[in-house]
């Protein structure tokens, strides 16, 4: 516990933001923490409320289907997976794909799409977990873990050079792949593509939002609405006694980039 709460507590060691945490919605949140600490080499924990799976300085958390939405709204009843939507899936790599995509389908998940390399720089397959949320497991040599996030787009280079303008990072191609603009955040990727249609938000399904932590979450927010950005919810305290007058302590706020992708920003001291 000592550690988790300095892991939490670090500070940022470079840039405007640090990529740090992407939030699931389950029915169950234990069993499916458990069930992707067991199946993608994550470490299981729990952080404050929320079982979760750290991935080097990256969370995994997982969220009750009952859990407001990030502007404050009722949940629906039904939860529905993210496919499709402008947060479409997560993306995990492994030091031997082809005996990771077997014991994956022995755990439950369902082959949609088997492995395909692409001109020999990365192999990629397309799983359903259990519950139906679409994972790529692949192998990508230069970073094994959890690997990145794929969002989707009418404009894949607008997005990315979005991201770039709130949250810095090293925008690029991956992979030198033209049609998969990416950005960088340390040893975590995002990852764009082609959408023909304006994609929906990916709010109350189940990859409910990704988390960037910031040095001073209340002027990178104004900073954000004064571009236009939609806020969701402006930036809070974690706890009561932070509203006395110096004292520090962890605070949050919630936007929608241009596409719909529901995104936390973070300050943890």
């Known amino acids: 516990m000592k550690f988790l709460i300095l892991f939490l507590l670090l500070p940022l060691l470079a840039g405007a933001a640090d990529y740090h945490h992407v939030h699931m919605r389950a029915v169950d949140t234990l069993r499916t923490a458990t069930w992707y600490a067991d199946n993608m080499n994550g470490e299981q924990l729990r952080v404050a409320e929320f079982y979760g799976v750290r991935f080097e300085r990256t969370l995994l958390l997982f969220a009750e289907t009952t859990r407001p939405g990030a502007d404050g709204s009722a949940a629906p009843t039904a939860l529905l997976n993210s496919n499709g939507t402008a947060l479409d899936h997560l993306g995990f790599s492994f030091a031997d794909l082809e005996a990771q995509l077997i014991s994956l389908q022995l755990a439950g998940a369902k082959v949609i799409q088997p492995i395909t390399n692409v001109s020999g720089l990365f192999s990629y397959a397309i799983i359903?977990?259990?519950?139906?949320?679409?994972?790529?497991?692949?192998?990508?040599?230069?970073?094994?873990?959890?690997?990145?996030?794929?969002?989707?787009?009418?404009?894949?280079?607008?997005?990315?050079?979005?991201?770039?303008?709130?949250?810095?990072?090293?925008?690029?191609?991956?992979?030198?792949?033209?049609?998969?603009?990416a950005i960088r955040y340390g040893d975590f990727w995002l990852i764009a593509s082609k959408s023909i249609e304006r994609p929906t938000t990916n709010m109350f399904t189940m990859l409910d939002h990704l988390g960037f932590r910031m040095i001073d979450v209340e002027s990178e927010m104004d900073r954000m609405a004064n571009a236009k950005t939609k806020i969701l919810a402006v930036a809070r305290s974690f706890y009561w006694w932070q509203m006395l007058p110096f004292m520090p302590g962890p605070k949050q706020g919630f936007i929608e980039s241009p596409d719909g992708v529901v995104i936390e920003v973070l300050q943890t001291n």
């Not at 873990?145 to 009418?154: E, R």
């Open 128 to 181: 359903e977990d259990p519950w139906g949320q679409r994972v790529e497991v692949m192998h990508d040599p230069n970073l094994i873990g959890l690997h990145h996030a794929h969002v989707i787009s009418t404009d894949p280079a607008r997005a990315i050079s979005w991201y770039q303008e709130m949250f810095g990072g090293d925008a690029t191609t991956f992979k030198n792949q033209p049609m998969l603009p």
